[in-house]
């Protein structure tokens, strides 16, 4: 996992999870149990102000609860205080967060853009684009572009499970 | 797996407020390049979260990119806390977002959309310079890859 794809994870900017990892003492190797656990302990720190480095320890033990229990609580010393936690629902969110962070995750491009890049058409031909086919494409009807898109579709979906 | 159309005439049909963009929307302009998965950016209000979180459900969706059997909730709460969600549904891939990055948020995006008919559904799809802007906002590499094209698609067009 990148930073970036650990952050994704987490629900974090890539700059709070640099600073936990700093507060933690961790070594900077990104993986998903440790993003998992890092997203319970940011979770919890959010709902009740608990510092990470007490409630970080003590994450891994409240996720092993999961799927015989379904939720985790803690209670302060003299039972004044009682925290709650769905797991199913915190795991739910987790899940979503993974998913985007292995399938729509991508690294933006770094540096300045050149400053010479041509626009417009220019630009299509300065990547080698076929003109010919967007003008043919353009002649179309928004129906025969979209049955157009689905016949790409359902191709590549067989050419996958042929694969 | 249902045809793009049929997801949308779906959508339509079961009332939910959204906008296509990305690929479908970029192929609906004449762009050439083919794409697997619908994007749609909601109407992130309470009754629209209800459903779309409804069909979805009803579509079996579940996460793309992760191990089956992993607790996942589809409704309106999982909208709220999670807002973009790229899926696994029984009609086909579906991104599921409730902001463009580089347009803005539901509003901005339908106001930067025109509507399309095919056959007999009516739909909206962003325009498209916002495609341009949001394909630039983003900055991911795939997303610059497809910006000659529609580039030269609004030049074309504008001629």
Redesign the interface.
Known sequence: MTLGQFATAVGAPKRWVQNAFQVLGLPAVYTEPLACRLAFARAVKAACGMPLRRVFPIAEDALAR??THKTWELQDPDGSVRVVLQ???F???Y??????S???Y????RGRPRKRTP???A??K??G?D?T???E??K?T??E??????E???F??HARVVR | ?T???GQIAELVKTKVRFVVIG??AA??????R???DLDICYDPSEENRERLARLLAGWGAY????EPG????MDAR?FL??P???LTTST?DL?VMDRVAGVGEFAAVLAQSVE????DVSFWILDLPALVAAKRA?????D?AQ???L???????GR
């Not at chain 1, 991508?106 to 491009?109: D, W």
């Not at chain 2, 992993?70 to 909730?73: E, G």
């Not at chain 2, 983003?138 to 795939?142: C, E, G, I, L, V």
């Open positions: 999961w799927p797991l199913e629902r795991l739910s969110d899940a979503v967060r993974l998913s985007l292995r399938t729509f991508a690294e933006k491009r626009r417009g058409v630009l299509a300065w990547y684009v003109l086919l967007l003008v494409s353009l179309r928004p129906e572009r979209l049955r157009q898109l689905d790409a579709r359902e590549f979906a | 797996m045809l793009f159309i690929g479908v192929g609906l302009h004449g762009a050439g083919a794409t697997f996460l793309r990119g992760v992993l607790p996942f909730t999982q806390i999670t973009v969600m790229t086909g991104d399309t008919t095919v056959g983003s900055a991911r590499p795939r610059l910006l000659p094209e580039e030269a698609l609004l030049a074309l067009r």
